[in-house]
């Protein structure tokens, strides 16, 4: 299983999806105010990511633009101080500590 980093346009017309690995809404894309999202996920491959995204949707787009899929290491963490950590996230995190 492979961390992912995974960037997409949400639009206006998307119906609302429902994602409990870690995301967060970064902006606007000014042509059409599309939301920005950004995604951390977990799967075997970059077609499998991209698959949870659309799976996320309660009416699953026909498409999704996508402005990146990274593939990033086994210790990689998608918290920082611009990206928190929510509660409702799922994140099996190899750099936490426990308490």
């Known amino acids: ?15 609302d999806f429902e994602l409990e690995s ?12 599309a939301a920005t999202i950004c995604a951390a996920i977990k799967a075997n491959s ?8 659309y799976s996320a949707y309660d009416e699953m787009p026909k498409i999704i633009e996508f402005r990146f899929v ?8 998608p918290f920082n101080s611009r990206f928190e950590k929510g509660e409702w996230m799922i994140w099996e995190d190899t750099n936490e500590q426990a308490d």
């Not at 870690?22 to 105010?33: H, I």
């Not at 970059?46 to 995204?53: H, P, R």
């Open 70 to 77: 990274e593939v990033r290491d086994d210790a990689w963490s």
């Open 22 to 33: 870690p995301w967060w809404l970064t902006g606007y894309r000014c042509a059409d105010d």
């Open 46 to 53: 970059q077609e499998e990511a991209t698959k949870q995204v």
């Open 1 to 15: 299983m492979n961390n992912w980093w995974v960037s997409w346009y949400h639009e206006e017309k998307f119906s």
